[in-house]
C-alpha cells in the first residue's frame, strides 16, 4: 500500500491542494528570479523607457539560457528519482 492509499479522501485532497500550492509558489519564485537576474544582468540604459536593442537581445539569450538550464535541471532530477526507485526506493541515506 502506498503513502496516499493509507489517507482518506478528504486528506488527500488537502495533500494534492498543498502540492499544487507549493508548485505554484515554486514557479512564480523561479519566474521572479529569472526576472530579477536578467533585468540586473542586462538593463543599464534608464534614459529611455523602451530597452534597447543591446538589452533586449541580452534579457532574451539570458531567459532562454536560464529556461534551458532549469528544464535540464528537471530533467535530471526525474533521472535521479527513477534511478533510485530502481535500486530499491527512495529511502533518506540510499
Do not use: H, I, W
Not at 1 to 20: F, I, K, V, Y
Amino acid at each position: 500500500m502506498s503513502g496516499m492509499d493509507m489517507l482518506t479522501p478528504a486528506e488527500q485532497r488537502e495533500l494534492q491542494s498543498r502540492m499544487e500550492r507549493k508548485q505554484m509558489k515554486d514557479f512564480m519564485n523561479m519566474y521572479s528570479n529569472l526576472v530579477q537576474r536578467c533585468f540586473n544582468d542586462c538593463v543599464n540604459d534608464f534614459t529611455s523607457k523602451s530597452l534597447q536593442s543591446k538589452e533586449e537581445g541580452c534579457v532574451m539569450r539570458c531567459v532562454d539560457k536560464l529556461l534551458k538550464s532549469s528544464e535540464r535541471l528537471g530533467e535530471r532530477f526525474q533521472e535521479q528519482n527513477a534511478q533510485m526507485a530502481q535500486q530499491g526506493g527512495m529511502g533518506v541515506g540510499r
